[in-house]
């Protein structure tokens, strides 16, 4: 039997989910992000399934810590690399510890393009840690799925797709650009009055 975890972007619609595809069967874990277990069938085979969830993203984006003077020219912003960090809340330990020992991973992110986004964030942290998947089908899985009702997931579940990796990059680039416009800005007009006005501080 292999075991499932399915992840939601927040708590209460992991619940939810989890209610409607175990029919008010299952078993609580766990305390800010709790995990919901029960037995089913995923592709028309027996499963035990983990549903748990994070709380949006799963990481920002940002500068790295050379590049967070405010002394920098802000134009030199537009040229450096960024990086992603973790968010508050050790969502990636309670996904780590959660996807040791699962097979297979069904995604239950918004369906748009930040959702597509925060699916990627979680398959970097849990694919490390899962087991090896030599079955049939994909080893990840993806949920569309447009209202929080019992046979809107119910479909969702019986007719799973694939993330849109293109989608999720989009995100990504707009990140960026969000991150560098406006930092830049911000020190571009702080100095500016900084220059007209003296210490803004005083």
């Known amino acids: 039997m292999v075991v499932v975890l399915m992840v939601a972007e927040k708590p209460s619609l992991a619940k939810s989910i989890a209610e409607f595809l175990s029919h008010g069967r299952m078993e609580t874990s766990g305390g ?3 995990v919901y277990q029960f037995e089913g069938q ?3 085979r027996p499963a035990t399934f983990k549903m748990t969830s994070v709380m949006g993203h799963v990481f920002s ?5 050379e590049h967070q003077d405010w002394q920098l020219d802000p134009a030199v912003l537009f040229t450096v690399p960024t990086r992603k960090t973790e968010t508050k809340g050790n969502v990636v330990y309670h996904l780590k510890r959660e996807a040791r020992g699962c097979d297979r991973l069904v995604l239950w992110l918004d369906c748009d393009r930040e959702g597509e986004n925060i699916c990627y964030e979680v398959m970097s942290v849990v694919l490390p840690c899962m087991n ?5 089908g994909q080893q990840v899985l993806r949920a569309h799925f447009s209202s929080i009702t019992a046979p809107d997931i119910l479909h969702a579940f019986n ?7 293109r989608e999720a990059q989009a995100v990504d680039a707009r990140q960026e650009i969000d991150l560098k416009v406006g930092v830049a800005f911000t020190r571009f007009q702080t100095r500016y009055f900084q220059g007209k006005y003296g210490n803004l501080n005083s």
Not at 159 to 165: F, I, K
């Open 159 to 165: 007719n799973l797709g694939v993330p849109n990796e």
């Open 42 to 44: 995923l592709q028309g």
């Open 61 to 65: 984006t940002d500068f790295y810590p």
């Open 132 to 136: 090896e998947w030599r079955g049939q």
């Open 32 to 34: 800010k992000s709790s």
